[in-house]
């Protein structure tokens, strides 16, 4: 596409109308949107459904204009527009139950060429993956919206058009949709209008949301405004009571509530209240008037019992929530239909203190128990929900809860600390969700198994353990005691770090962090780096023997990191060749999690890491070895090794849809790797850098670059500095950067 083309916005509306007989269903409509996500909301009945339609082509307009891209599209057919480069997500789904997923998919496919293929479907969706052979009419309601999703997805379309994509939805769904979204906000190649009711979806997806009323764009106007402000959404969208109609305020900024209005709100109530709705139906521009008898019926009365009422409705509401908020809470988990008694010990301990507590089942036996977050609640948040988690199989039961508990863990914005008590498997079952918690959060679990080696259950994590010494199975003197120690600690914690936190605030202001790799042979180049940035950032250099590239990734997960320079990602060497010092299948996740401003290299691909000579595998014996000390040997990858790392990371960076640039030292990737040194090989290196770009989609946001110098080199130091700085002079404002 040339840049006169690329510079016309993705789509532009202007005046459009249309009529439903002698209905003004849109009524000049005008509305334009660049490159991004552009959220639309309104009530129902409002037009947004016929505007969709509309630039479809599906209705035709009266007047005005729709143009994609600066081409004149307004009337043309829809299968015209869609091979143009208009994707649509009809309201509904509209699936053939015929069809099969895989079907359904291939049909999609092919009709535009572009990085969406079915095989990054079904990357992008395992679930459809799994259910590739079943019809369209045997798909949850979830699946059938990921199907939709995908199958628009498919025609690699300029402009997408997403009417509704998550009504009806789970909570679980729509977060899934709903982070789908973000991502695909970041990528510039794609230009997205969702139309939506769901007002924490459409503010969290999209910068500023337009607000359609009466068939007309009514405002525009920030997401942060509208999703703070109740009020707010209850005057222009009908969230909540709907006292009145106030919707159509014109396009000024929104008006004060009027006095008289506001007194009577204030009024202490002396006697209850009737409230009359005069459309106890939400009204459209088609309603007909409400017989008197029916305004009536529905009239509400106000007292003191309904307001309690009310306000036990909007606690539940809050509690089915996607993110818990409020005052920080210390999380008291565990198998509470077996360590009944002894969390509740440590919970009413860990409250003396002042603290609120919330104490969570992660029971797997399926009975009930008094406590604030039910097993069958936590349950919820697997794929699968609770039949996989309340299940015959008790392994894999454990299995199940322990992920459904850090889904959970991983949504809650208020944790102010966390503690367990249990054996081996109550243990299994929380320390993974611990794992989930942001660095620096207190994690306590008092355990039988603590006295062993407990790296299974702590990672790359700060967890603390404590040795129960006797069985946690009843309260006796020596489990008061250890319990009382776990609690009063917890509690310690928990409120040190407040009061550090509020001095922290009030004090200096802190450089941003930036996480570093380095190996032995990658040292100069990460001492080049830290010297040039240590003024403006605090550098963090982590040791890439597999547990360091865990620990750094831990802290971008828990938003502790403004941007990485993984200069040296040898981990994957070992991973995939059977090294001493492998990272885990997650490498790289966090990046592709948070989008945090990523800047990667190729360090230390070179090698692969062993133990003394003896124990290097049978199948390497006569490899190209350099013995770095009697406890350590290092052995050359081969050009197929390079080729496959290169494959595993550029899977991995195609999934990044943050700030990208992963650069290739074309003089050498290590200090071994240089002329003269015993792991020079330029034809194993370009199979890398071959392998690399010919599997990563470069995007405007993700970009690889050949560098004709040395990793080790100052030359290549200042390009990656060149490349970080600017990321991080636009840091986006990232959700949930702790989860």
């Given at each position: ?83 143009l480069g208009v994707g649509y997500v009809p309201q509904g789904r509209r699936l053939w139950r015929s069809l099969s997923v895989d079907e359904h998919l291939r049909l999609a496919a092919g009709l535009r060429r572009g990085a969406w ?60 949709v709903e982070e789908m979204l973000i991502r695909l906000s970041q990528d510039g190649d794609m230009a997205v209008l969702v139309i939506e009711q769901n007002i924490g979806v459409a503010t969290a997806i999209s910068s500023r949301v ?213 054996g081996s498997g109550g243990t299994s079952l929380v320390a993974p969700g611990m794992r989930e918690l942001p660095v620096g959060v207190p994690k306590l679990i008092i355990s039988s198994v603590a006295s062993g080696d407990v790296g ?284």
């Amino acid at each position: 596409m040339n840049d006169v083309r690329r510079s016309a916005p993705a789509l532009e509306v202007r005046g459009l109308d249309v009529y439903y007989g002698h209905s003004h269903a849109l009524q000049g409509v005008d509305l334009r949107l660049d490159s991004g996500v552009f959220s639309l909301v309104g009530r129902n009945g409002m037009g947004k459904t016929t505007l969709c339609k509309g630039i479809m082509g599906l209705l035709r307009p009266s007047a005005g204009t729709v143009r994609l891209r600066g081409n004149d599209i307004t009337g043309l057919n829809p299968a015209r527009i869609a091979r143009l480069g208009v994707g649509y997500v009809p309201q509904g789904r509209r699936l053939w139950r015929s069809l099969s997923v895989d079907e359904h998919l291939r049909l999609a496919a092919g009709l535009r060429r572009g990085a969406w293929t079915v095989e990054r479907v079904y990357e992008t969706f395992p679930r459809l993956a799994e259910r590739r052979n079943n019809g369209g009419g045997q798909l949850s309601g979830g699946e059938q919206q990921m199907l939709a999703i995908s199958r628009a997805l498919l025609t690699n379309p300029q402009l997408l058009i997403m009417d509704e994509p998550t009504e009806g939805l789970a909570p679980v769904i729509v977060a899934q949709v709903e982070e789908m979204l973000i991502r695909l906000s970041q990528d510039g190649d794609m230009a997205v209008l969702v139309i939506e009711q769901n007002i924490g979806v459409a503010t969290a997806i999209s910068s500023r949301v337009a607000i359609m009323v009466n068939g007309r764009i009514n405002r525009i106007i920030d997401s942060a405004r509208l999703a703070a402000d109740r009020e707010l959404q209850q005057r222009l969208l009908g969230v909540g009571q709907h006292a009145g109609d106030e919707t159509d305020l014109g396009t000024g900024e929104v008006q004060e509530m009027p006095a008289a209005r506001a007194a009577v709100s204030t009024t202490p109530k002396a006697a209850p209240v009737k409230v009359y709705v005069s459309n106890p139906v939400l009204p459209t521009r088609w309603s007909q008037p409400v017989p008197i008898a029916q305004i009536e019926a529905k009239a509400r009365t106000l007292s003191a019992s309904v307001s309690r009422l009310d306000e036990a409705a909007r606690q539940g509401r809050e509690r089915a929530a996607p993110i818990t908020s409020g005052p920080p809470a210390v999380i008291v988990a565990g198998t509470l239909d077996t360590k009944g008694d002894e969390l509740r010990f440590i919970r009413d301990l860990v409250a003396s203190h002042g603290l609120r507590t919330r104490l969570v089942d992660v029971s797997t036996s399926g009975r009930h128990t008094s406590c604030d977050v039910s097993a069958q609640e936590i349950a919820l948040n697997h794929p699968r929900g609770g039949p996989a988690v309340f299940g015959a199989d008790r392994g894999a039961s454990v299995t199940a809860m322990a992920d459904a508990f850090g889904r959970w863990l991983r949504r809650q914005d208020n944790v102010a600390g966390i503690i367990s008590a249990g054996g081996s498997g109550g243990t299994s079952l929380v320390a993974p969700g611990m794992r989930e918690l942001p660095v620096g959060v207190p994690k306590l679990i008092i355990s039988s198994v603590a006295s062993g080696d407990v790296g299974a259950y702590v990672g790359p994590a700060d967890i603390a353990m404590m040795y129960s010494v006797t069985d946690v199975q009843g309260l006796n003197s020596i489990s008061r005691a250890v319990l009382s120690n776990g609690a009063h600690a917890l509690a310690g914690m928990v409120m040190a770090r407040e009061r550090q936190s509020a001095v922290a605030d009030s004090t200096r202001p802190q450089r941003p962090a930036i996480g570093i790799t380095m190996f032995g042979v990658t040292t100069p180049a990460v001492q080049k780096l830290t010297a040039e940035l240590r003024d403006d950032y605090e550098c963090l250099v982590f040791h890439a023997t597999g547990v360091g590239g865990r620990s750094m990734e831990k802290l971008v997960d828990s938003g502790m990191l403004a941007g990485v320079i993984d200069l040296t990602t040898t981990e994957v060497c070992d991973l995939l060749m059977g090294g001493v010092f492998p990272a885990t299948e997650d490498r790289f996740g966090a990046i592709i999690r948070t989008r945090v401003p990523y800047v990667g290299s190729v360090g230390a691909l070179d090698m692969v890491n062993f133990g003394a000579p003896e124990t290097i595998p049978e199948r390497y014996r006569g490899r190209k070895f350099h013995v770095h000390n009697p406890q350590v040997t290092l052995m050359r990858t081969t050009a197929a090794e390079n080729a496959q790392m290169g494959r595993w990371i550029g899977e991995r960076l195609n999934r990044m849809d943050g700030s990208v640039r992963f650069l290739l030292p074309e003089k050498g990737i290590s200090a071994l790797d240089a002329p003269g040194q015993p792991f020079f090989d330029r034809e194993a290196d370009e199979a890398l850098f071959r392998s690399l770009e010919q599997t990563v989609r470069q995007t405007s946001s993700r970009r690889l670059i050949r560098v004709p110098h040395h990793i080790n080199d100052n030359e290549f130091a200042a390009v990656v500095v060149g490349a970080i700085r600017p990321m991080l002079g636009r840091l986006p404002a990232r959700r949930r950067q702790a989860r």
